[in-house]
C-alpha cells in the first residue's frame, strides 16, 4: 500500500498540470479575442455641417476636429467643426468654432499641448492660379473643446500644398507637397505653447521619392510615407513606402529606407495611420477611380514592413479624405466619392491583432447620444 500511493500521485499531478495548461491557452485566446458584440467593418457616424474634400482632422484626448477643405462649389471652408469622443468611441453633436484665418485646402493640422495648428495647403483662387501657401496658424483649445480665435504662428521655409504633418517629442513636421514642383523635403520646427515660436528648420535628410498628395503616419519616432502622385509619366501614383527615424535630440531626421514590400493598390490622396506595430492607408485614387479598400502591415522595431493584407473596405469610395486616431479608435472623414462632396464620417476600433471593426450599438443607445 506504501509503495503503490506516489504511483497513483503522478497521474493526478500529470492531469492537473495539463488542466493549468489548457486553462492558461483559454485565457491568452480570450485576450486576444476582439470584444464582446464586434462587428468587422465601418461604422458610420453622424455627419458634419460642411461637405468638405482636400480637408485636415486631427483629434486631442477628448475631441475630433475637421478643418479647411473646400465643399461641393468649390469653396474653402475656413469655419471648423468638431464633436466630443465619447467613450465607446461614438461622436457627441458636431459643433461650430473659429474659422481659419484663411482658406485652405490640401493642408495639413496636427494638435499638440492644448493648441491646433493648420499649415500650408492651397489658397487663393482654385483652378491655375491656386498658390501653395507657407503660412501656419494655430488656435488654443478651450476646456469644452472650441477654440479661441486663430493667430498667425509662423511661416514654413517653402510654401507646401498637399503636404502632411506629424509632431514627433515636442517638434511639428512638415513633410513633402508642392510649390511648383513635387517635393522630397521636410522641415520642423519646435513647439512652446507660450512662447515667441522658433524658425523651420530644414531636415537635412530629403526622402528617396517626391511626395505629393501622400499619406504619413508615425509609430514613436519612426516616420513613414505612402504612396502620393507621380510628377512625370508612368503610372498616376506610387505603390511604395519609405521610412526615416528622428533624432530624439537634433529632431533630425535619418536616412530614408524604401521598404521591400509594397502597397497591393498603388494610391494617392489618401491617408495613413498606425498603431502600435500596425502600419494602414485608407482610400484614395488609384488614377483611374477612387477607392473603398484599406490596407494593414506590421511593422518590427527596425522599421521593417511585412506584406499588405486587406482589411475591411470603408462605406464609401473616398479620395482627398482625411483620418484621426484616438487610442483604439480611429475615424475618416469628408472628402469626395463619385457623387460629390463627403460630410460623413466612419469610425473602427482596432482590434488585438490589427483587425478593423466596431462594437454593435443598439438603435436605442445610439438614440440616446
Avoid: C
Amino acid at each position: 500500500m506504501t509503495d503503490a500511493t506516489p504511483q497513483r500521485t503522478l497521474p493526478v499531478l500529470g492531469l492537473l498540470s495539463i488542466f493549468g495548461l489548457l486553462l492558461l491557452v483559454t485565457l491568452s485566446k480570450q485576450g486576444n479575442n476582439p470584444p464582446q458584440g464586434w462587428t468587422e467593418g465601418w461604422q458610420a457616424l453622424a455627419p458634419f455641417t460642411h461637405p468638405r474634400r482636400a480637408l485636415a482632422t486631427t483629434a486631442t484626448k477628448d475631441y475630433l476636429y475637421v478643418l479647411g477643405g473646400v465643399d461641393a462649389q468649390n469653396q474653402y471652408v475656413r469655419p471648423v467643426e468638431y464633436a466630443r469622443i465619447l467613450a465607446n468611441g461614438q461622436l457627441g453633436p458636431w459643433k461650430q468654432t473659429s474659422a481659419l484665418l484663411e482658406g485652405r485646402f490640401y493642408l495639413a493640422a496636427a494638435s499638440h499641448d492644448g493648441y491646433l495648428y493648420a499649415l500650408g495647403g492651397g489658397g487663393g483662387q482654385l483652378g491655375d492660379n491656386n498658390v501653395p501657401l507657407a503660412s501656419v496658424e494655430r488656435a488654443k483649445i478651450n476646456a469644452d473643446g472650441s477654440l479661441q480665435s486663430w493667430q498667425h504662428h509662423s511661416y514654413l521655409t517653402t510654401p507646401r500644398r498637399g503636404l502632411t504633418a506629424a509632431v514627433i517629442n515636442k517638434r511639428l513636421y512638415a513633410i513633402g507637397g508642392y510649390n511648383g514642383q513635387f517635393l522630397k523635403s521636410t522641415e520642423f520646427i519646435a513647439l512652446g505653447a507660450g512662447q515667441q515660436p522658433a524658425q523651420w528648420r530644414p531636415a537635412t535628410q530629403l526622402a528617396q521619392v517626391d511626395r505629393y498628395i501622400h499619406a504619413s503616419a508615425t509609430q514613436g519616432n519612426r516616420l513613414y510615407l505612402l504612396g502620393g502622385h507621380v510628377q512625370k509619366g508612368g503610372p498616376m501614383s506610387y505603390g511604395d513606402v519609405e521610412s526615416s527615424t528622428v533624432n530624439t535630440r537634433s529632431g533630425q531626421l535619418g536616412p530614408w529606407h524604401i521598404a521591400p514590400t509594397h502597397l497591393l493598390t498603388a494610391r494617392f490622396i489618401a491617408s495613413a495611420f498606425a498603431f502600435e506595430n500596425y502600419l494602414y492607408i485608407v482610400g484614395g485614387h488609384n488614377g483611374t477611380q477612387r477607392l473603398a479598400s484599406v490596407e494593414m502591415a506590421r511593422t518590427d522595431a527596425d522599421g521593417k514592413i511585412t506584406a499588405w493584407t486587406q482589411q475591411p473596405s470603408l462605406n464609401h469610395q473616398r479620395s482627398a479624405t482625411a483620418v484621426a486616431t484616438n487610442g483604439r479608435y480611429v475615424y475618416v472623414a469628408g472628402g469626395m466619392d463619385d457623387q460629390g462632396v463627403l460630410r460623413s464620417v466612419e469610425m473602427a476600433q482596432i482590434g488585438p491583432h490589427g483587425e478593423l471593426g466596431h462594437i454593435a450599438q443598439s438603435n436605442t443607445a445610439l438614440a440616446g447620444k
